[in-house]
């Protein structure tokens, strides 16, 4: 059977011999006491959840979390939602798949991307902002990861690219606000934006699927990147020739600890200068926004014009498209 991905899947559709990537596994018990397998199957152009009924814990803990497995079974709709019903399912090597196949991409240009980011930084004429930037930018290890590295597991910007497809698009918003506010200083907000997730290049892993690393589940991005920040200040000092501004180093570490706003999202600080609150609403509007406009494009119920509940965004979709519909 030809390849056949996650986002072309139909209701009723028998599937034989396909290959998927288990982002994540669970043991269930049924309301009859009977054990099932919950599983999230995963390729480059999606999601579907998976069961196994009638299984065991010797078949559970055979199969590979972040790994691959061959499997047969048909495709159902459940309350709006597809799922797989697996029939049969068993491990494969990861040496037997092609793992292009199985990794979300941004669908922009990285390289292209990457540079308008470093002409964008280019721009940052305070000397304190730009030495700190300067020093992660030389960082070659760092920014290889940057480049590539997802922006979260599930939420926005899910995939390869994500996290600089992310930040490109808040420092382009960024060129186009902070200007209506002209007591703000551009330069800070350009350095945080750059800054404020860039600790995700060691809190996700990203090789087979995308999962946190055990810093980041330890640590979080905003304590990491707040870490770098100091290393990085102490390295910008020598290319200064004297000592990074104080009060700059605390101002960038302040918008990555505060960029969530709230404690219950990751952030210890509430925001508590002027940039650190653009910083916070960029990202917001950034991330709200892709998360809204994909849920949109990956809904797969043509029955109705609203998408399932989106918890993230605490709302269903109106999926019509209004203008279009109007002509």
């Given at each position: ?21 288990i982002a994540s596994k669970d043991l269930r018990t049924t309301t009859q006491g009977s054990l099932y397998i919950h599983v999230v199957l995963a390729d480059k152009s999606g999601q579907i959840l998976g069961r196994v009924w009638q299984a065991s814990e010797a078949m559970y803990k ?202 219950e999202f990751g952030s210890p600080r509430f925001p508590s200068i002027p940039e650190a609150l653009a910083v916070h609403y960029i990202d917001n509007l950034d991330a709200k926004l892709n998360m809204s406009v994909r849920a949109i494009e990956k809904d797969k119920d043509p029955a ?24």
């Amino acid at each position: 059977m030809a390849r056949k991905f996650i986002a072309d899947l139909q209701p009723g559709e028998l599937i034989d011999n396909q290959t998927f990537l288990i982002a994540s596994k669970d043991l269930r018990t049924t309301t009859q006491g009977s054990l099932y397998i919950h599983v999230v199957l995963a390729d480059k152009s999606g999601q579907i959840l998976g069961r196994v009924w009638q299984a065991s814990e010797a078949m559970y803990k055979i199969l590979p979390e972040g790994g691959f497995v061959d499997l047969k079974g048909r495709v159902e709709s459940y309350k709006g939602n597809l799922q797989f019903i697996i029939e049969a399912i068993r491990p494969i090597e990861e040496a037997d798949v092609d793992l292009g196949e199985f990794l979300p991409r941004t669908e922009g240009d990285i390289d292209a991307m990457y540079a308008r980011v470093l002409e964008i930084l280019s721009k940052i004429k305070d000397a304190n902002v730009a030495a700190i930037v300067n020093a992660f930018v030389a960082d070659e290890e760092r920014m290889s990861l940057f480049r590539t590295a997802p922006a979260a597991v599930s939420m926005h910007h899910a995939y390869i690219g994500g996290l600089l497809e992310h930040t490109l698009s808040m420092l382009e918003l960024g060129l186009l606000v902070v200007p209506q506010y002209p007591k703000l200083h551009l330069d800070l907000v350009l350095g945080g934006i750059f800054l404020h997730d860039l600790g995700k290049t060691v809190e996700l892993h990203h090789r087979t699927n995308f999962h946190y690393s055990d810093p980041g589940q330890l640590l979080g991005h905003i304590a990491i990147c707040t870490v770098w920040i100091e290393q990085k200040a102490a390295e910008a000092s020598k290319t200064l020739g004297k000592p990074v501004s104080e009060k700059v180093k605390w101002a960038l570490q302040h918008i990555v600890l505060s960029h969530h706003a709230k404690p219950e999202f990751g952030s210890p600080r509430f925001p508590s200068i002027p940039e650190a609150l653009a910083v916070h609403y960029i990202d917001n509007l950034d991330a709200k926004l892709n998360m809204s406009v994909r849920a949109i494009e990956k809904d797969k119920d043509p029955a109705s014009n609203w998408t399932s509940y989106q918890h993230a965004l605490e709302t269903k979709l109106y999926k019509v498209d209004v203008l279009s519909d109007s002509q």
